[in-house]
């Protein structure tokens, strides 16, 4: 495989995660597993929340398809830029989300206007703490227009 093709799937891999993540957080996560995923939206001063368990899966998901691919050629499997691809989105999820915007790790503070962006239309879906929640549901995806220009008021 190209060094073309393996960067490719790594960014494929990145944004289908986000995909995937607001299907799940908006079907499943606000549905069949709202009981966990609850935690999330209730105010909590512990460290971790049974909400993490979806990020531990995510994250054994990528750790599974990594050492699959290192049992052979890394440029020749595809297991591992996919679990790479996995990994990056979770770790920008991690900072931007639980050390950033919910400040659960850390306090970190930016004047970066993306992120900052970002941080304001996931305060926007934290709006209520019913089932039924507000959009946007993605990290990563929502209408940036928009927040950007609540980020001005």
């Known amino acids: 495989m190209s060094i073309l093709k ?6 494929l891999s990145f944004i289908l995660m986000e995909l995937l993540s607001y299907i799940l957080h908006r079907y499943i996560f606000h549905g069949l597993f709202w009981k966990i995923h609850k935690t999330h939206h209730e105010s909590s001063h ?5 909400n993490d368990l979806f990020s531990l899966s995510f994250s054994i998901s990528a750790i599974v398809l990594m050492i699959a ?12 830029p996919i679990g ?3 990994t ?16 659960r790790f850390a306090k970190l503070k930016t ?6 962006i970002i ?14 929640g507000n959009e946007p549901y993605g990290l990563f995806l929502f209408d940036y227009e928009l927040f950007s220009r609540k980020l001005k008021k």
């Open 88 to 103: 990056i989105y979770g770790i920008l999820y991690f900072i931007i989300h639980d050390v950033y915007t919910h400040k």
């Open 6 to 11: 393996f960067i490719s799937l790594v960014a």
């Open 119 to 132: 941080k304001k239309a996931h305060q926007k879906h934290h709006q209520s703490a019913e089932k039924i």
């Open 84 to 86: 790479l691809g996995i």
């Open 111 to 116: 004047d970066n206007r993306i992120i900052n």
């Open 69 to 80: 691919g290192l049992q052979e050629n890394i440029l020749e499997s595809i297991y591992f």
């Open 46 to 50: 512990s460290l971790f929340e049974m």
